[in-house]
């Protein structure tokens, strides 16, 4: 229990949002609480600007700023808060999806105009499928959204979560009045374009009070008790156990832009988010406090630079201490590895780090070793589960168009792949390759790559998968019958693991009624 201390004051957490919900607006202001920056604007949006001439030299763009944004360091009110940066464009989900395995909570934000969005409600798959403690963000209140019982019911049986507000609005639009805080029983006033300041704040002990008349007037006022004592009745106060339990959200109304509702956001966060939390590895439960180090990569990040191949993976600290120069075991490639230069992303600085404890994010430069999942510990043989390829949604073959090249095309694809910015799949039993993605822009991004950084040409040849299905069976003869009867629809993935590649929902169906001991997963474990 040595760093103890260090890992209770220790958050690290993502804010994840559909595309142009608020996500970027209000990291911008959790920094500015934080003193990370000092003025509004400073946080580039990772998000291609929608007029862009190229999406994908727009992507290059993004790429330079956002190792700089994936990680953001701070303090607010003696505790250390890492939040980890998510892209936002949609064709990069599974960067998104990785980056909630490295977080102990997230803030979801939701615009209240569209309520629940396509995107909002995968990230939520993602965050069920770990238990991911959740808080609410209710944004734009200062625009006619709809209404706020409708939008909590939308939200509850959309995204299966059961909800519970901490704040309360008075109306939306240009009718946004403010937020009454149901745990402290304060109003915070909204006046449209100016910073929420205490003067904007009022202690109402009791609702009866003539004050909340003069200040909002009779009719909100009224409005306001009614739906106060209807939630009081329904809520009461916030379970935090079942929100640690990711069973209940505490929801706050606000409005990010205007710096409107944050501050009660944050405070909150830090009170009930969790800490470093214990993980899952294939062997037994790691505990944070233990005292000998271990953690587990989960994005890599290229360089700019054509000519050096140096990567940054990215390590979250799941126990002990990580200490600079200092070997460590990399259970995949069983040998020790040790870095000189590990980084921090503190603000927006990347400084040299002497140690990291549980709950942080260590840059570490690469040469080539690590793939996605990959494990450090300081000796002891188990690797960290729960950071899963999803399938992806479109596959295209891969075809050399360039002979002479071949061997640079082979580099570069696996080192793409381990990158993730797709997944390689290898025709069974023959040598097709096939790539599969989230969205058409990734495509763009490796052939780009491909030529941009190792000098090989290649063509893309589309295919009709619609999924991919890893296939596992207790009966291992079983599943390689499957295989050889499905010639067109069974590749490997990278780690050799059969996958099946289904044309439709009718096709997987079949396949599954006919094929009782196999079983087909969306994901997989990266690691076996
Ligand atoms: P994202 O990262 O989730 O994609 O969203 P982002 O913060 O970039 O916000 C998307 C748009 O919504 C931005 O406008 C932003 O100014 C606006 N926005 C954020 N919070 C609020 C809010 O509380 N109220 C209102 N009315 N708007 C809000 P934009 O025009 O797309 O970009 P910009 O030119 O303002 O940067």
New binding site residues.
């Given amino acids: 229990m040595k760093y103890s201390k260090e890992i209770n004051r220790r958050k690290t957490f993502a804010i994840i949002?559909h595309?142009?919900?608020?996500?970027?607006?209000l990291t911008e202001k959790f920094l500015l609480f934080g003193g990370a920056i000092q003025t509004a604007g400073a946080v580039k949006?990772n998000?291609i600007k929608k007029h862009a001439t190229s999406d994908f030299m727009e992507i290059e763009r993004q790429r330079g700023i956002s190792v700089a944004t994936s990680v953001m360091t701070f303090e607010y009110e003696n505790t250390l808060i890492n939040l980890l940066d998510t892209p936002?464009h949609k064709d990069f989900a599974e960067d998104t999806y990785r980056t909630l395995t490295a977080v102990d909570s997230v803030v979801l934000?939701i615009d209240s105009v569209n309520g629940v969005e396509e995107q909002t409600r995968r990230l939520m798959e993602v965050c069920r499928m770990r238990d991911t403690p959740v808080i609410v963000f209710i944004?734009?209140m200062?625009?006619d959204g709809k209404n706020r019982f409708d939008l909590l019911e939308e939200i509850e049986n959309e995204l299966k979560l059961q909800l519970h507000p901490m704040t309360w609005p008075i109306n939306s639009g240009k009718d946004f009045k403010g937020v009454y805080n149901l745990h402290d029983k304060s109003l915070l006033l909204f006046t449209a374009n100016t910073k929420a300041s205490d003067e904007n704040t009022l202690l109402i002990k009791d609702l009866s009070t003539k004050e909340l008349d003069e200040k909002v007037g009779e009719k909100d006022a009224n409005q306001l008790r009614e739906d106060v004592e209807l939630l009081d009745g329904v809520y009461g106060e916030l379970p935090v156990d079942e929100y640690l339990k990711a069973k209940v959200a505490p929801v706050f109304f606000g409005?990010?832009?205007?710096n409107f509702g944050v501050k009660e956001l944050l405070d909150t966060f830090i009170r009930i988010a969790p800490s470093p939390l214990p993980r899952e590895t294939s062997v037994r439960e790691v505990e944070p406090t233990e005292d000998k180090f271990s953690g587990f990569i989960f994005k890599i990040h290229a360089n700019l630079d054509p000519k050096h191949r140096d990567r940054i993976a990215f390590l979250r600290v799941c126990s002990g201490k990580f200490a600079r120069n200092t070997y460590y075991h990399h259970v995949r490639l069983e040998k020790d590895v040790r870095f000189s230069n590990p980084y921090s992303f503190l603000a927006r600085d990347k400084d040299v780090i002497e140690e990291a404890f549980p709950g942080d994010v260590v840059g570490l430069f690469d040469t080539g070793n690590f793939k996605i999942g990959d494990t450090l510990t300081e000796g002891e043989d188990f690797y960290y589960t729960g950071v899963p390829s999803f399938s992806p949604e479109l596959f295209k073959e891969l075809v050399n168009k360039d002979p002479m090249k071949t061997k640079q095309l082979e580099k570069g694809v696996r080192q793409l792949t381990d990158e993730g910015v797709a997944q390689l799949f290898t025709q069974h039993g023959g040598n097709r390759k096939i790539i599969g993605c989230v969205g058409e822009l990734q495509f763009e991004v490796i052939q780009y790559r491909l030529l941009q950084e190792y000098g090989a040409s290649c063509q893309f040849n589309t295919l009709p998968f619609f999924k991919a299905c890893w296939i596992t069976s207790d009966d291992q003869k079983k599943l390689e019958d499957f295989a050889r009867f499905k010639p067109q629809n069974i590749v490997t993935d990278k780690d050799g693991n059969f996958v099946y590649l289904a044309q439709s929902e009718w096709f997987l169906n079949t396949e599954r009624t006919n094929n009782p001991g196999i079983e087909f997963h969306f994901t997989s474990e990266i690691h076996k």
């Fill in positions: 949002s595309p142009d919900a608020g996500k970027t607006t949006s998000k936002g934000v944004n734009k200062d625009r409005s990010a832009i205007n």
